[in-house]
Every structure is written in C-alpha cells, then in structure tokens.
C-alpha cells in the first residue's frame, strides 16, 4: 500500500486555501499547514484535527529560514500548494514601496523561499508544487499594478521552476482563478468601492476541484497552466 501523500499549504484558513485543505483532509492525507503565527496555527490544528502545523511569516520572507530552523520540517512532501495570497490596490501613481514590497514579499519571494526549503523533499518524492496565481497575472488593469507584477513574477517563477526540476520528476502548475468568493474578494470590491455579491463569482470549491485535478493526474501528464474563469 502507497504511504498517505504529504501536502505543504499556505493560505488554508480560509477561501481557496480552505477548500484544498478541507478535501485532502477529507480522503486522509497527511497536511502540513502553513501559519503567520502560533495563534493561526492553533487556530488550523483545531480545523483540522491531526494536521500538522509550520509557523513563518510570509510578510517576512528574510526570516522564514530562521523560523523553520526551530522546528521539524517533514521528511516527506507530496505536494507543495502555495495558495496565501495578499491585494492591495491602487495606482501606481499613487502606490508606496511597503506597499509594493507586502504584495512582492507575501506573493512572491515567500513561495520562492518555501519552494527552495522544500525542493529536497519533493525531488525524493517526485513531487508536485502548485501555485495559485491569479487571472491578474496574466493582464494588468488599471490599479491593479503592485498585485499584478507579483503575479507576473508568480508566473516567472512556476515557468523557470518547471525548466530546472523537469529532470528531477517534480511537476510544476499555475493555476489562474478568476475572481472568487472569498474573504479576499470581499476586501477588494470593498477597494473598488462595490457591492460585494458572493454568488457572481467562483465558488472556492470549484477552484479546488480544478487544484486536485492537477495533483491527482496520473504521472505520464503534467497540467502545466489552469486558467479557471467564472461560469456565470
């Protein structure tokens, strides 16, 4: 009998990162939850009764090898699912490097970081890494710049990832949801100065059956982009 896969998750406290988290949990694989504090990692040990937890915070991409280094790190990693995400909108003319350096950090240089910690572990395992991009890297609109960029840098990252680990088995997919119901999609239009309505938009659960479509594909295949868009 095959071990139980070991799935690495950022963002699963809520939206997207919730569902991913809440299906693998479901069918009894072993999750490793990502948290910004000790607080929030609590808070996910109780949501998710066995799972365990790794505290660092993505805002401070400098300080999560120091983080890491104070606690146990599994030894097996399936899948890493980078889903954490953070938007802040405004135009460029009007934008701060903090707010540039949140988006940059928390959306781009923190995957980079996880993926380079982790890289070990899925070479063994021949692993899969996931990111959950945005349909905002692939087009930039108008106040959308700062967000946009670490999207597009997101892109970069899986692209030249794919490249190097394609010898080593590891499978690499950005998926591209476009605007979906979740407490970040709430922020958002509160920016945009809009109504939010959940019921326009994705539903988290179908951006997660399009992430374990990706995960679950059978080894001689490899989703490399999923762009998901809403339905109606």
């Known amino acids: ?17 919730a569902a991913v988290a809440r299906r693998l949990h479901a069918r009894g694989d072993e999750l490793v939850l990502h948290a910004r504090d000790a607080g929030r990692a609590k808070e996910l040990a109780a949501a998710f009764p066995g799972a365990r937890t790794l505290v660092g915070d993505l805002a401070d991409p400098d300080r999560l090898s120091w983080a890491f280094s104070h606690q146990t790190l599994p030894e097996r990693v399936d899948t890493l699912l980078h889903i954490a995400g953070v938007v802040d909108l405004g135009p460029v003319g009007e934008l701060t490097p903090k707010t540039w350096h949140h988006q940059l950090d928390v959306n781009l240089v923190a995957p980079a ?28 609109h108008a106040e959308w710049g700062a967000y946009a960029a670490s999207k597009h840098g997101l892109k970069a990252l899986a692209d030249s990832l794919r490249h190097e680990e394609h010898a080593h088995g590891v499978r690499v997919t950005s998926v591209y949801p476009g605007r979906t119901a979740s407490p970040m999609q709430a922020k958002v239009h509160q920016q945009e100065g809009k109504e939010y309505d959940p019921s326009k938009w994705i539903d988290p659960e179908s951006v997660a059956t399009a992430i374990l479509t990706a995960v679950d594909l059978p080894r001689d295949a490899e989703i490399n982009d999923l762009t998901v868009r809403p339905g109606r």
């Open 113 to 140: 970081e996880l993926t380079r910690h982790f890289l070990p572990q899925l070479r063994v395992s021949k692993g899969h890494v996931v990111f959950v991009n945005s349909g905002a890297g692939l087009n930039a």
């Open 1 to 17: 009998m095959a071990p139980m896969a070991t799935h690495v998750i950022t963002g699963a406290g809520s939206g997207i990162g």
